[in-house]
């Protein structure tokens, strides 16, 4: 795996070189024209956008910057995003060694010390404080976005915000949309299954720091969005995909650390038991989620670069650009998956099931009722538990060709013999559930069945062409002239 950018810049001017940016220097309103044209480049799989004149604001705006598979895979320093899955494999691997004799364990040591060097890193000075506003800062000088008719305001959609366990110290990053209420304060939208949640149930004190970057480098940015388990640091992630420490610099009014390298900082606080309304937000469920309360953040501080971007996405109907995103998540996380579910061959969540709300696997079969176990194996992963729909299928079924995938379920299943359901945690912005975040998920066996599962009669051979006369016809195609 190549190195990863040294900042978001560094991404900017690699996708420039390539042809897969374009500068817009006409003047754009931020308040919805921005979002009506990224949504139609990103559809179409077209450029990054850089708009150098949004309307009220000196801050360019830096947009669809993920938003092909493409691009994802740049951001991360590779080719493809299997070189990723294939690193974090080699990964686990190396700690599942269990070393036979000195000579074993020196060997590891190396690989054991690169490790360590892409820890994050602890710097005494960054070009995010080149510009420090305290008394002054105010949220109104960013271009922040409204996306949406409906939405209740300006959003920041891309933040890593960044708390601290106040029990254990351990840092959490997440990824949480801000409603801008005024020139000081945003809504905090963390979901209560997420990191910050945790710390915000846990603090005791009169307030308790936040810190958010924007605009970091891909590897980082991408970091805020992986469902690590708690208690991982997604900055030691970050490191190991770019291949380099996060380097991170003290905040100037709270206790907490930032990546030194990003674009823009919000410092601030968050107060227990303060909350406010926010929403209506255009979601990435092609739905409006309804106005709900949620925490409320206080800045203290905007540091900055002396000339900043503002790196911005648009939420919202499937294909968009944090579908990209998730894909990588989707491609890096393949090989832990096996890891605890060894069965697993592939896995696939479509873009138009907003990743959680459709789980395709296939899987090598082995004894009956074995898909359900794989469904309930799932459900029992982390952010897997919001899957609200897993069709498990057989191992020579392509689960990205969702043509092949149905036609295959679809006449290996008799649906009440082959559909399950079960109760459990939902995604909040379900809004199909019968209570918040608490509903009912469904598994479908689309595999082969057998006198094991009840299936007496004979199951048919699948119609496929003799391999002779599919190599007959490959030799004599051009004289066919079709």
């Keep these: 795996m190549s190195s990863s950018h040294a900042d978001l810049r560094d991404f900017v001017a690699d996708l420039e070189k390539a042809g897969d940016l374009r500068r817009i220097r006409a003047e754009v309103d931020p308040v919805l024209e921005i979002t009506e044209i990224t949504d139609r480049v990103v559809k179409r799989g077209g450029p990054a956008l850089l708009f150098e004149k949004p309307k009220g604001s000196r ?3 830096l947009i669809n910057a993920f938003g092909t598979e493409r691009r994802m895979a740049r951001a991360l320093g590779v080719g493809t995003l299997t070189e990723v899955a294939d690193e974090i494999e080699g990964l686990i691997a190396l700690f599942e060694t269990k070393p036979a004799g000195l000579l074993d364990k020196l060997r590891m040591l190396p690989k054991l010390k690169e490790i360590s060097d892409f820890f994050p890193k602890d710097v005494k000075s960054g070009p995010c404080q080149e510009v420090v506003r305290t008394d002054d800062a105010d949220l109104r000088d960013l271009p922040i976005l409204q996306c949406w008719p409906q939405d209740a305001g300006r959003f920041i959609t891309l933040p890593l915000v960044i708390t601290r366990d106040p029990e254990t110290g351990k840092r959490n990053v997440g990824t949480y949309r801000m409603q801008v209420f005024d020139g000081k304060t945003t809504a905090m939208h ?15 004190g009169a307030r308790m720091p936040v810190a958010v970057a924007i605009g970091c480098d891909p590897a980082t940015v991408w970091s805020g ?3 690590l388990p708690p208690g991982v640091d997604e900055l030691i992630v970050a490191g190991f995909v770019r291949k380099a420490p996060v380097p991170l610099v003290k905040c100037r009014t709270v206790d907490l650390e930032v990546p030194a390298n990003a674009e823009i900082v919000l410092e601030g606080y968050v107060v227990p038991g303060e909350y406010r309304k926010e929403g209506p937000f255009g979601d990435h469920t092609g739905f409006y989620s309804l106005p709900d309360d949620f925490p409320v953040f206080h800045l203290t501080a905007l540091t900055h670069r002396k000339d900043p971007l503002y790196q911005t996405i648009v939420v919202g109907r499937p294909v968009q650009e944090d579908c990209f995103m998730g894909l990588a998540v989707e491609r890096v996380f393949l090989p832990l998956i096996r890891k605890q579910i060894p069965e697993i061959v592939d ?3 479509p873009f138009e099931g907003i990743f959680h709300n459709l789980v395709i696997v296939s899987i090598r079969k082995e004894y009956p009722g074995h898909a359900r176990k794989v469904m309930h194996a799932i459900w029992g992963l982390g952010g897997m ?9 057989d191992e020579d079924v392509p689960v990205r060709d969702v043509g092949h995938v149905t036609w295959k379920v679809l006449n290996n299943i008799d649906p009440e013999r082959d559909i399950e359901f079960a109760m459990g945690p939902v995604d909040d912005l379900d809004h199909a559930a019968r209570l918040p975040a608490f509903g009912s998920k469904m598994g479908v066996d689309g595999t082969r069945k ?6 007496t009669r004979p199951w048919p051979d699948e119609m496929l062409m003799s391999p002779e006369v599919r190599a007959l016809v490959d030799r004599r195609w051009k004289e066919y002239g079709i």
């Design 59 to 61: 801050i360019p705006v």
């Design 190 to 204: 963390w979901q209560r299954h997420k990191g910050g949640a945790a710390h915000f149930r846990r603090a005791t």
């Design 225 to 227: 969005i992986l469902p």
């Design 347 to 349: 896995l696939h969540m």
């Design 385 to 393: 538990m919001f899957s609200k729909a897993i069709v498990v299928v």
């Design 450 to 455: 057998g006198p094991g599962e009840g299936v």
